[in-house]
């Protein structure tokens, strides 16, 4: 009965069937401009669960700079081993 129901509820929610056209392109060819939103899978320290995070690809792009300046600046000072 549960089954039936189930069954009913995701033909229901279903879209309807569309005809593929000859110029539609996956999602992914896209490239993406500075206001689009893209979301991404991160990792939780302390989760096996993944956190779905979303942000423009301008946002994107300035995260992967904050980075990689972070890593240099902890490299660069780095204390000298005492003798």
Do not use: H, Y
């Not at 992914?28 to 939103?37: I, P, R």
């Not at 320290?45 to 995260?63: F, H, I, N, Y």
């Amino acid at each position: 009965m549960i089954a039936a129901v189930f069954a009913a509820a995701l033909m229901a929610a279903a879209p309807a069937a569309q005809p593929a056209t000859s110029d539609a392109k996956p999602a992914k060819a896209a490239k993406a401009t500075g206001n689009d939103l893209v979301c991404k899978k991160e990792a939780v320290v302390g989760s096996r669960m993944k956190q779905r995070v979303c942000l423009t690809q301008a946002e994107w792009d300035q995260r992967e700079v904050d980075a990689k300046d972070q890593l240099d600046a902890a490299q660069r000072n780095r204390p000298l081993p005492s003798n």
